[in-house]
């Protein structure tokens, strides 16, 4: 089965040997790794990622992974603040499973080619009680879309506005196969409103289950506690092991190295989709870094999922991303996992059977 289902790194991204070798320098530089520690994560790497974001390592909360950490914050921002939750419209699936769990009353804000749209914003911000914002706003999954930085800039400006917290979830804005970064909302507002999250799982390793949260000091002695009550402290090992591939300036060669990997799966599927498709009735995204590209088409994406599996090719339909159950016509093409080579064939199967 070529995937197109997996927002996963290709196996080549993947450096053991680089991993193995941090990981081994980081449990004989400091052996309190493998004992109990702080609920909030590696105070060193918290240091550092604090000094990155500009604040104190305290608001820096190390998580297993970023979904572990919107699991806190949500079930955080729902119990102190009652109200709606925002999310884009598609947006990522697995915090729209979180948010039903917890019975959360979710509002779907339309987007365009430019993200989120603010207008739509307004209008549910005025509408009623809101909880928080979630948004991702750099390759967003699903749609591989960024929202352009007038967009943010007013995002930011309706957040103070109506004094809502955002959750601005960022795991693939390094993942930049070219032009310029837009700046993070965290950045515009301050981080009084907003709380950056991102994680380690697309730029070095997603086994690695490291993500981190940027949140306002007090609610992240909160979400620390909560973390401390659910698994007492969070595996120091791999968060050391990230550290240590920092401090010996690693992570940046890695990361150039995963860019050229995972560009080179981007234009193969961008390149095949033009080939295949170019002219006719299906349209997609253009992302310029990410996971991900979001095709629109003339038919149901249920019944073309169907027929791919048989064919052998698999991705995730539209309409897993709506919490609303729109999405019907769409669909979420991940290019970071299949090899160029099967991206390429994997696209003309799609094709034949939309011709079809
Ligand atoms: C937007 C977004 N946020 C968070 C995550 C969770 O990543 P992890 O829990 O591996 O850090 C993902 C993973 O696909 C994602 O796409």
Redesign the pocket.
């Given at each position: 089965m070529i995937s197109f289902a997996r927002?996963a790194p290709a196996p080549e991204c993947l450096d053991a040997d680089l991993l193995a070798d941090c990981a081994r320098s980081a449990i004989e530089a400091d052996p309190s790794v493998l004992a109990y520690g702080s609920g909030g994560g590696y105070a060193p790497l918290r240091e550092s990622l604090g000094a990155r974001h500009g604040v104190e390592p305290g608001r820096v909360l190390l998580t297993t992974?970023?979904?572990?950490g919107?699991v806190f914050y949500a079930e955080e921002l729902l119990g102190s603040r009652p109200g709606r939750v925002l999310v884009e419209a598609p947006t990522?699936d697995?915090p729209l499973k979180v948010l039903a769990r917890l019975g959360a009353d979710v509002v779907a804000l339309p987007m365009d080619d430019e993200g989120l749209d603010p207008d739509a914003l307004a209008r549910e911000l005025a509408a009623g009680e809101t909880s928080f914002l979630y948004t991702?706003p750099t390759f967003q999954?699903p749609s591989g879309r960024t929202l352009s930085t007038d967009r943010r800039r007013r995002v930011v400006e309706l957040a103070a506005e109506h004094g809502v917290p955002v959750l601005e979830?960022d795991?693939?804005g390094l993942v930049r196969y070219e032009g310029e970064a837009p700046p993070s909302l965290f950045d515009l507002e301050g981080g009084t409103l907003v709380t950056y999250?991102s994680?380690f799982?697309?730029t070095v390793a997603?086994g690695l289950?490291v993500?981190w949260f940027v949140a306002p000091a007090e609610l992240a002695a909160r979400i620390e506690a909560r973390a401390v009550s659910t698994y007492i402290s969070p595996p120091f090992l791999t968060q050391a092991t990230v550290h240590e591939l920092m401090t010996r300036g690693a992570f940046e060669p890695n990361l150039e190295r995963i860019r050229g990997l995972l560009k080179a799966r981007r234009d193969a599927m961008r390149g095949a989709l033009e080939r295949e498709l170019g002219g006719g009735d299906a349209t997609w995204s253009e992302p310029q870094g990410g996971y991900f590209l979001w095709v629109d088409v003339p038919g149901e994406t249920a019944d073309l999922l169907q027929r791919a599996e048989a064919a052998g090719v698999t991705f995730v339909k539209g309409s897993d991303f709506f919490p609303n159950g729109a999405g019907e016509r769409s669909a979420r093409l991940a290019f970071s996992y299949a090899s160029p080579s099967e991206i390429d064939s994997g696209v003309s199967t799609l094709a034949s059977l939309l011709r079809a």
């Open positions: 927002g992974g970023g979904l572990q919107f990522y697995r991702i999954n979830d795991p693939y999250a994680s799982s697309k997603p289950r993500g």
